[in-house]
């Protein structure tokens, strides 16, 4: 595949993983945001769903590449995908922070415009003690969290340089804890709904077909390496 | 029975003569025809208008006569559209937004509501008649979800205790229970996993606090299907799931009533369910709530014990540990 398509395809795929949150600005914009029933109950499903799905995507690569070699090309794009799964997920995160919390962001906003950049830092410490709580007690938090943290430390060290600096094996075992977090990811999701309540199931299937065609492509590999030793 | 008197009435809230005459006189009708239902046995011509379920009081228009009440709170209401929009009915779907799209299919009449249990005398009622037995009274509440949002709704109604009173329980009874309706026809979207029909309910004295609302209206008009029509129960000072929907029976009863959510996760929702700032609910503090206005980023504003009725409601719970029966 020549350079000139694959920098085409990675525009659009930057298209395609950017939509939602263009799409979440665009009903903030035209004032739809304010109409649907609770925003901030909207806008926390919204980029946790999207995280978890970006998430997954990324996830499909590699399985996907391996069915034939010529979709060996689409590595290419999974570390950008990885990215914004990571952008989802910290905007779910900034979205409890920032407005479940009921962090008060008018008179933040007004005290930062007035000058007073403290403002903001007062209005967290409000909200922390309610935060600090949560994360102390509640499990749907702590693992909700946990899976943002491994997401951030990936993120971190995406950059080519850094794997470099790395060395390849100890990159691919960090970058191994990828289904570390998905499967935090979906337990976070499982946790905070109610006994009963079976959203969760869809993306639940999706990492579970996921890990199989893992597992199943490890298994043939074991099978091919006996094999081979044995001929 | 304990029985705690509301704030003085103000002269303006007295109902009108004329209204007394028109209700008790529907009062009469009402008294009939439920006897007439509840024997089973001679059908007075009469009443064969009140008793035929085709009768549609309401079909050709949407909105209540209504009557000022004294129990008003002043916060912003939450728009109509909003309140009619974001339903927990999980008849119609686990979604919150599903029943306002789903609830369509129930047909809200022909209703009957059966009355049975500890009762002098079990009784098969018409909705509509329940509905003419007292006039509407118009009542600003504060609703407060179990999880952690809430709203301010005028509903439309008058207190379920009066009704209970007509019921006329046994002495024995110390609870009132609330079945919604189970007609899998018309709730296509019936989730699995959860024991319908919804069963809710509410200690006797709880019930018959004036606070507890009997529920056919809100903003002025009939309640929409994803609200609860075509009767239902609004008891504000404590979780919305308490208020049971789309009612079909009243049970009286002197143990304490099997409830849905409660045998779904007691750990997370209590047979009382008071709206408690103190008890967190086991996924989230019920501290704080989300007010649903029509701001896109609505505030978050300390809860209040019982939601703000203490001073009415808080007496019939003298010496219970509502830590532990929460």
Redesign the interface.
Known sequence: MSKRVIILLKAFVHLLCLAPFVWLLHL?QN?S?????????FITHFTGDWALWTLLACLTITPVRRLHTSLGFLIRFRRMVGLYAFFYATLHLLTYVL????Y??PTALAGVQSGHLSEAWTQFKLVWP?MW??IR??R?IQVGFAAWVILLLLAATSPSAIMRAMGGKNWQRLHWSVYLAAWLGVTHFW??V??????PLRVTIVLDVLLLARMGYWVMKKIKARRNLAA | MLFRKGPDIRSSEITPEGAFQKHSQDRRQFLASAAVLGAGALAATRFVGMLNPATKVFADTQKLQTIPSQYNVTETQTPEAKATAYNNYYEFGTDKSAPARNAHTLQTRPWTVQVDGMVAKPLTLDVDSIMKYRPIESRVYRHRCVEAWSMVIPWDGYSLAEFIKFCNPLPSAKYVQFITDLNKKQMPDLPFGFSFPYSEGLRLDEAMNPLALLTFGCYGNVLPNQNGAPIRVVSPWKYGFKNGKAIVKFHFTDKQPHTLWNDMAPDEYGFYANVNPTVDHPRWSQAHERRIDSSPFPKTIPTLPFNGYADQVAGIYNGMNLKRFF
């Open positions: 903030y004032g945001l304010g109409l649907l029933p609770d925003p901030v109950n407005l479940f919390s009921g008060d962001i309610r709580d949560d007690k509640r749907f946790w905070m109610k006994p009963g309540v079976m959203s």
